[in-house]
């Protein structure tokens, strides 16, 4: 090999070793930096990142197949709004009607006094500008097209009439419908892809109607802290709470059981 050729093939092999010693180096310590769970599994997620699978042919009501985008949409649109009225006529629920609420509500009066009633408290012009400001600019913009990186770099100056809009919006007891609007993206399961069964709906809101439901929900969830209305087990939908900490409360109730000479038994 002569001079000519070594010398661009030396510096190509120390280019690419120092290009994967650099990834090797970034991904350790994203890993290593994962503070929570959710941090974590995305880092892994980059590292094997999805692809989106489209559906380019589905099967139709009337069992042919079509290509038509319209047609696609319209079966994924009849089949998804169709399901809460198929469980409805299969009788697999119990109606609200007909519900036994009565240790839930002897359990809410023991805890409530008289002058506790919830209520949605005005919005706040600082605290939503606060909102505004920690918006995830990577995060998808809803029917409306306004996403959150202009609702962010537009925080100062939209905080004060936003705050007149939502708190109109609690005064009036009227939530406008075009925020209620959703981008409905249809993900595949498994299975046959030809089948609406076979993927389930992923709905976008508009960015402006996530603003005020975390306004409600941060109170709500205030409210119920407070008076002790949540169980201490529940792990779900709270803050600092996970999977983890679910499992964690289960196996030292299994592992007090078994120091006690109980057998356990586990229904999944």
């Known amino acids: 090999m002569s001079v000519h050729e070594a010398v661009p093939r030396f510096w190509r092999n120390k280019t690419k070793q120092i290009i994967d010693n650099s990834k090797k180096n970034y991904y350790k310590n ?4 994962s503070n929570d769970p959710k941090t974590l599994w995305k880092c892994l997620h980059s590292l094997n990142p999805k692809v989106k699978n489209t559906p380019y042919e589905l099967a139709t009501e009337d069992n042919n197949t079509t290509k038509s985008k319209k047609c696609i ?3 994924f649109n009849n089949f998804f709004t169709s399901c809460a009225e198929k469980l409805r006529d ?3 629920y119990t109606p609200v009607n007909k519900a036994d609420f009565s240790n839930l509500s002897k359990f809410v009066k023991n805890k409530l006094h008289k002058h506790e009633k919830f209520s949605i408290p005005p ?3 600082n605290e939503l500008f606060n909102e505004l400001a920690k918006l995830d600019i990577n995060k998808a913009s809803g029917m409306d097209n306004i996403g959150p990186k202009i609702l962010r770099l537009s925080a100062p100056f939209i905080a004060s009439p936003l705050t007149y809009i939502f708190n109109r919006m609690i005064d009036t007891g009227i939530y406008p ?3 209620k609007n959703a981008k409905v993206t249809p993900v595949f399961k498994d299975g ?3 089948l609406a069964t076979n993927y389930r709906p992923i709905s976008v809101l508009p960015t402006l109607s996530k603003l005020i439901e975390k306004h409600v929900s941060n109170k709500m969830y205030k409210y119920l802290s407070k008076l002790k ?3 201490p087990t529940q792990s779900g939908f709270r803050p600092q709470h996970s999977c983890q900490t679910a ?3 289960i196996i030292d109730k299994w592992l007090q059981e078994m120091n006690d000479g109980n057998l356990n038994l586990a229904i999944y």
């Open 247 to 249: 499992l964690i409360n």
């Open 30 to 33: 994203m890993v290593k930096d």
């Open 73 to 75: 949409a319209d079966t």
């Open 229 to 231: 209305l949540l169980h």
């Open 192 to 194: 046959d892809k030809l």
């Open 177 to 179: 419908s075009l925020l």
């Open 90 to 92: 299969q009788g697999s």
């Open 123 to 125: 919005v706040n012009m």
